[in-house]
């Protein structure tokens, strides 16, 4: 390795360490807050800042796009295996696609509307799943070859499923499948999954048409959809490693968010929705109780600011001593 490259990677090394220091600070920002905003039972929230826990419950739900999770919101976290010019592979991030329905926190002493647009998810990972490039074909095969895309499946989707949910993320057209939490009768989720397999098999028929040479169609899905197209070659060509996570119903969760007035309330009950605040940005999901999510935070706030600092000052210390200036 020349000089000049070991003078580079100490010039990165002092940059990631002023970043990590200075994100140390906005994590033991949100810790602080977490820490001053005390718990307190749902039927006593105020307008403002507050922390509530309690299980998460709701009407209606969503099929959640990798397993077929029936969840409040779910979030899929896209990664494509990259290789450099050397040949060296490794995971790049390709594209997030979160989705969800509004739902209620309730504890023994009430309940309360919940709009997790914009939060920060602290939660368990559902799955991780690697499709493309040979290797999901593989894993599909073991379980007697490919899948019907049926939500109801305790499978999941299949890998072409999974590949083409990929090519309409990244084009932001991924649609959520519906699933009643009503009692049977009440409501009828069967429409939306006809509607969702429609729209799945008109998406099948553009990759065809394209895959076929038909050009005009290509380049007007690529302009209609940001510059992504629909045929093979597009998006979801390559190895991908699909993260989920979700909010699921009858699991408990921790919750600080801003609580405003519900601009639709049901009764007099529901006059209140938890949101992120615009004045205080802090708007935290998690799985986690009160006591290990503040532990949680405050070590990721000491590891950023004390091994960012050091990275900084020995990358600095070194770059001085090279230069003759120390």
Same mark, same amino acid.
């Given at each position: 390795? %020349?000089?000049? +490259?070991?003078?580079?990677?100490?010039?990165?090394?002092?940059?990631?360490?002023?970043?990590?220091?200075?994100?140390?600070?906005?994590?033991?920002?949100?810790?602080?807050?977490?820490?001053?905003?005390?718990?307190? #039972?749902? =039927? !006593?929230?105020?307008?403002?800042?507050?922390?509530?826990?309690?299980?998460?419950?709701?009407?209606?739900?969503?099929? !959640?796009? @990798?397993?077929?999770? #029936?969840?409040?919101?779910?979030?899929?976290?896209?990664?494509?295996?990259?290789?450099?010019?050397?040949?060296?592979?490794?995971?790049?991030? +390709?594209?997030?696609?979160?989705?969800?329905?509004?739902?209620?926190? &309730? /504890? &023994? %002493?009430?309940?309360?509307?919940?709009? $997790?647009?914009?939060?920060?998810?602290?939660?368990?990972?559902?799955?991780? =799943?690697?499709?493309?490039?040979?290797?999901?074909?593989?894993?599909?095969?073991?379980?007697?070859?490919? &899948?019907?895309?049926?939500?109801?499946?305790?499978? *999941?989707?299949?890998?072409? /499923?999974?590949?083409?949910? @990929?090519?309409? $993320?990244?084009?932001?057209?991924?649609?959520?499948?519906?699933?009643?939490?009503?009692?049977?009768?009440?409501?009828?989720? /069967?429409?939306?999954?006809?509607?969702? &397999? =429609?729209?799945?098999?008109?998406?099948?028929?553009?990759?065809?048409?394209?895959?076929?040479?038909?050009? $005009?169609?290509?380049?007007? *899905?690529?302009?209609?959809?940001?510059?992504?197209?629909?045929?093979?070659?597009?998006?979801?060509?390559?190895?991908?490693?699909?993260?989920?996570?979700?909010?699921?119903? *009858?699991?408990?969760?921790?919750?600080?968010?801003?609580?405003?007035?519900?601009?639709?309330?049901? /009764?007099?009950?529901?006059?209140?929705?938890?949101?992120?605040?615009?004045?205080? #940005?802090?708007?935290?999901?998690?799985?986690?109780?009160?006591?290990?999510?503040?532990?949680?935070? +405050? !070590?990721?706030?000491?590891?950023?600011?004390?091994?960012?600092?050091?990275?900084?000052?020995?990358?600095?210390?070194?770059?001085? @001593? =090279?230069?003759?200036?120390?």
């Amino acid at each position: 390795m %020349s000089s000049d +490259h070991i003078t580079l990677y100490a010039m990165l090394g002092f940059g990631a360490g002023m970043y990590w220091f200075f994100k140390g600070f906005r994590v033991y920002r949100k810790y602080r807050v977490l820490a001053d905003t005390p718990e307190i #039972p749902i =039927r !006593s929230i105020a307008m403002g800042l507050v922390e509530i826990h309690g299980t998460a419950q709701g009407e209606e739900s969503l099929y !959640s796009p @990798v397993t077929y999770t #029936p969840c409040y919101f779910y979030k899929v976290e896209i990664e494509k295996w990259v290789k450099d010019s050397r040949g060296r592979g490794s995971w790049k991030r +390709h594209a997030t696609d979160q989705k969800g329905l509004r739902f209620y926190l &309730q /504890d &023994q %002493s009430g309940k309360v509307l919940v709009d $997790a647009a914009g939060a920060e998810l602290d939660l368990n990972q559902n799955v991780r =799943r690697e499709v493309g490039g040979g290797f999901g074909r593989g894993f599909t095969s073991l379980f007697g070859g490919r &899948q019907k895309m049926d939500p109801g499946a305790s499978l *999941g989707p299949s890998e072409d /499923d999974l590949l083409e949910y @990929v090519g309409k $993320a990244a084009a932001g057209l991924a649609i959520p499948k519906l699933v009643s939490n009503l009692a049977p009768g009440e409501s009828d989720p /069967d429409l939306t999954r006809a509607q969702a &397999q =429609r729209e799945l098999e008109l998406l099948r028929q553009l990759r065809d048409q394209n895959s076929r040479g038909a050009g $005009a169609l290509g380049a007007l *899905g690529g302009v209609l959809r940001g510059g992504i197209s629909l045929g093979r070659g597009s998006s979801w060509e390559g190895q991908f490693r699909l993260t989920e996570y979700c909010i699921v119903p *009858g699991f408990e969760y921790d919750i600080t968010g801003t609580c405003v007035e519900n601009p639709q309330p049901r /009764d007099t009950n529901d006059r209140n929705l938890i949101v992120k605040g615009e004045n205080e #940005p802090t708007f935290l999901i998690s799985w986690r109780s009160e006591k290990e999510l503040e532990g949680s935070l +405050h !070590s990721r706030a000491m590891l950023h600011v004390f091994g960012g600092g050091t990275l900084c000052v020995a990358c600095l210390a070194f770059l001085l @001593v =090279r230069l003759g200036w120390l």
